[in-house]
Each structure stands twice: as C-alpha cells, then as structure tokens.
C-alpha cells in the first residue's frame, strides 16, 4: 500500500482526512500526521511517506518552505490543501513540481481522483528506477561472468575457474600467476583479450554477481554478505558494490 502522511494544523480537518477518507480502497494508508510544517518536515525524513497531503497557512513552517527543505533529498508525491485567496502559494508549489491542488472544503471525490493521478505517476517513477537497476544490474550478469567459457583459451578457462571456486577467499594476481607459472601481466593481457576484464575487475564483478544473489535471498545481513563474497574491508565493499550497480546494497535491496 502507499503511505500517506498528513500534514495540517487544522485538527478537524486532519482528523476527518485520517478517519473518513476510505484509505484501502485506493491502496493507500495514513502512516502519521503533522500539525505543522516543520512537524511535517520530521515525519517526512522519518517515515519516507509516498505522498504527502499539506495545508499551506502552518505555524513555525509553511507548507511551501516544508516541501522547499524535503523535496531535494526525499521521493514523494504531494497534494496541496488550500483556500481560493493563496494561489500564490499554489504557483510556488508548482516550481518545486508539485501538481496536484486542492481547494478547501476538501471534496472526497476529487482527493480521490487526485491521488490515483499521483498513484499512477508513483509506479511508473518505479518503473524506470527498477528499469535503470536492472540496466545497471545487467551491466554485471554479462555472460562470461557465468559458466560459459565456449571458445576461451584454455589458460584463461583455468583461470576463470579458479576465481570462481575461490572468489569467497583472498585471492591475488600474483597468487594466480604463481599457481598458474605464468605471469601477472599475461593473465591480465588473455583476460582482457579474451573476456573484456583484468583480474581484478573480473574478482570484483563475479563477487558483487553474488552478493545481488544474496541479497535476493534475503538471509543475510549487508556486512555478512559483504565477508561471504571475498570482501574482508565491509566499507570496501560497499564502495565496489556502488561502482558497478550506482547503488549502495541497502538501496539496492530496495529496488529488488
């Protein structure tokens, strides 16, 4: 469902938004409330609401300056309450993309047009995201991370098997070189001609390939997957992790 913040110094207007709106039939909850802007500002970065419902007219913050503070680091949709005499405030929340606008007294039937628009918008803001994750994400699950070594030369098939049996463990170039009788720089040259990646490269994309798998999974903790992969350095890690997929694992887990 989505989560649906409410914020607005008027109780008896909150209150019957909270209990007269029908929530579930639209697929969406009210997660917390706020009786002024800078109460709504808090709750915002505290429970990362889908959409925000919002007067104007607040004590300590308005409703333009919340979302002017919010919006920049936080995603959420947003519906203005206001009255006919601030449509000075409406044009202000329109600059920081807000596009639904509703008039007081508030007609249950148009907030319920307004938040399927926004419903809409939402999945498909989530569409694209999931779509780039994948792009990224397909980026790393490149064939020749597999099993497939059709047509490889058959020091680099050694090789790429030996990483993949011991990915999980301290492994090195020269570990490679010397287990091999061949040189470092020989590795990385058949590597690269023949897959695209050096050693290091080829490591680091297989073991980040894992650690999406155990993600998925969802077993294990961030730091946990971190050493099952290879990665002794859980900072590291999470550096590694971002260079190939544009996200940290905790938001990556997101997006899954």
């Not at 947003?78 to 639904?100: D, N, P, R």
């Not at 040189?183 to 297989?206: C, H, M, P, Q, W």
């Amino acid at each position: 469902m989505y989560r649906v913040l409410l914020v607005e110094d008027e109780d008896i207007i909150r209150k019957g938004l909270m209990f007269l709106a029908n929530w579930p039939s639209i697929n969406c909850e009210v997660v917390g409330e706020a009786n002024d802007g800078q109460d709504g500002a808090d709750k915002i970065m505290l429970l990362k609401p889908d959409i925000v419902i919002t007067d104007v007219k607040m004590p300590i913050k308005n409703g333009i300056e919340m979302l002017s503070e919010t919006i920049p680091n936080n995603s959420f949709e947003t519906i203005i309450l206001s009255g006919y005499s601030e449509f000075e405030y409406a044009q202000k929340a329109m600059s920081l993309g807000v596009t639904e606008y509703l008039l007081k007294p508030l007609d249950y039937e148009e907030l319920y047009v307004s938040l399927k628009r926004l419903i809409a918008r939402l999945k498909e803001s989530n569409q694209l995201e999931n779509y780039r994750k994948q792009s990224e994400e397909n980026k790393i699950l490149d064939s020749k991370l597999m099993d497939n070594t059709v047509g490889l030369n058959k020091h680099v098939i050694d090789i790429l098997d030996f990483i993949r049996e011991h990915y999980s463990e301290h492994i090195t170039l020269a570990q490679l070189s010397d287990t091999f009788k061949i040189s470092g720089t020989y590795v990385n040259l058949k590597l690269k001609a023949e897959i695209g990646y050096t050693f290091n490269d080829y490591l680091n994309r297989y073991r980040i390939l894992q650690a999406i798998a155990l993600l998925k999974q969802g077993e294990l903790k961030v730091y946990e997957i971190s050493e099952e992969v290879g990665f002794r350095d859980y900072k590291y890690f999470i550096k590694v992790f971002k260079k190939y997929t544009g996200y940290s694992p905790a938001k990556f887990l997101i997006l899954i």
